[in-house]
């Protein structure tokens, strides 16, 4: 959930990339803080733990494995909710894996939060507000 579109919008639009040219959106897991705005790219193919969904139609597959592209694909990575998934993306600098991490002293998750944040994730990452309290 942003206050404000453009905060989605803006930043494609500096990339020359329009709502339109989208083709694809992962949804990690269904809160609506991350499936609120999916219908913002209106072209894209949608993909979550269970299926991919294009317009008016929905393809089932499982996740784990499934290939968005030849350099990109989703694994399975329960934990905020049994129906996580993550997208890792092969790239010429090595692996980068886009994912949920979540949660709160108060109800810590089965497998303890690493105690280091990796040294290549950029400042913005390491200082984000959805990280652990």
């Known amino acids: 959930m942003v206050e404000d579109r453009k905060l989605i919008l ?3 639009a500096a990339a020359g990339i329009s709502p339109e040219q989208v083709t694809d959106v992962v949804f990690s897991h269904h809160h609506p803080d991350h499936t609120l705005n999916a219908a913002l790219f209106p072209h ?9 969904y294009h317009n008016n139609l929905w393809y089932d597959r499982p996740a784990d494995g499934y290939q968005l592209s030849p350099s990109i694909r989703l694994i399975e ?24 991490a ?24 390491r200082s984000s507000p959805s990280g652990p309290p």
């Open 77 to 100: 990575t329960p934990g905020h909710t049994p129906q996580d998934i993550s997208t890792v993306a092969e790239t010429a600098e090595g692996t980068v894996i886009l994912t949920h």
């Open 10 to 12: 803006d930043p494609l």
């Open 102 to 125: 979540w949660w709160r002293s108060t109800a810590p998750p089965k497998i303890p939060p690493p105690t280091t944040t990796r040294a290549c994730a950029p400042p913005a990452v």
């Open 44 to 52: 894209a193919r949608a993909h979550d733990v269970w299926a991919t």
